[in-house]
């Protein structure tokens, strides 16, 4: 399992955040496993700062995205439970390309072209995305450059919505207007988004931090097509979206660098 090498902070402000979600050939226990299909999307900071009501496409996120969306040939058995889950099978990738050099300079060049500094955020990424992406990397001797830093939604949601349950009984949002900025209570700095609240009394309980519980949480409605790797990246966009400020200035202090994080074995 991969863990964090050396840890530290973004001396100047997250400009785009690069949405990160793999689907693989097992589940996080199916060690080692291969990527199946790899998913960035990309989305400035002001963009997510100014977004206000509406939907793009069925999603709350903002009109000005990048995307990049490839499905590869593991070269390896996807076992049923991921397949299950997927809708990948090895027949269905045979004729794609596995995870090579080409492969690498798409999501190099991907990210060299969004404004800098770039910070990849994935979901469970330190103990799964990351790792497994690393592990990619080495085995064609690549690395990204070292000023890519990368940040685990899983802990920012985990630090942001359990301090605000933490302290704060019950929140009714009805009296708040569109735009205001606030946060839950003075000890976290989420950025309300009345659209997503539904203006509705924000619940007091979250058992489960992945990313599907998170996003009804958040958003009020069910996620679509979870274990699409683009779809999984938007919904979790659309999370980040819900708190705004609040979880890019917690990337902000807690990314460190891509580089490391160590290669999942």
């Not at 995307?67 to 997927?86: G, Q, V, W, Y």
């Not at 301090?163 to 009984?169: E, G, L, M, W």
């Not at 009714?172 to 003075?186: A, H």
């Not at 699409?228 to 819900?242: F, H, P, Q, R, T």
Request: with cysteine.
């Amino acid at each position: 399992m991969g863990g964090v090498v050396q840890q530290g902070c973004v001396k100047n402000r997250i400009r785009s955040f690069v949405i990160l979600d793999l689907e693989t050939t097992g589940l996080p226990y199916d060690k080692p496993v291969k990527i199946t299909e790899i998913s960035m999307v990309a989305a400035l900071r002001e963009h997510i700062t100014e977004y206000r009501n509406g939907l793009i496409n069925g999603v709350a996120v903002p009109r000005v995205l990048s995307k990049l969306s490839i499905c590869i040939s593991p070269r390896r058995r996807i076992s049923k439970r991921a397949s299950d889950i997927t809708h990948l099978t090895n027949e269905l990738l045979e004729h794609q390309n596995p995870f090579d050099e080409h492969l690498f300079n798409m999501l190099n060049g991907f990210m060299k072209r969004v404004p800098q500094p770039v910070c990849i955020i994935a979901h469970n990424g330190l103990r799964f995305d990351f790792p497994i992406l690393q592990a990619e990397l080495f085995k064609i001797g690549k690395a990204f450059p070292d000023h890519i830093m990368c940040a685990d939604s899983l802990c920012g949601f985990r630090n942001l919505l359990q301090a605000c349950k933490s302290t704060t009984p019950e929140v009714d949002t009805s009296e708040i207007t569109e735009g205001k900025r606030g946060c839950l209570n003075v000890s976290c700095p989420t950025q309300k988004r009345l659209n997503l609240l539904s203006k509705e009394k924000l619940q007091n309980t979250l058992s489960s931090f992945k990313l599907d519980d998170v996003y009804r949480f958040l958003l009020k409605r069910d996620p679509v097509n979870s274990h699409y790797a683009e779809n999984d990246a938007l919904n979790l966009l659309e999370c980040i979206v819900a708190l705004g400020n609040g979880f890019m200035e917690w990337a902000d202090e807690n990314a460190i660098q891509f580089n490391s994080i160590k290669e999942m074995g």
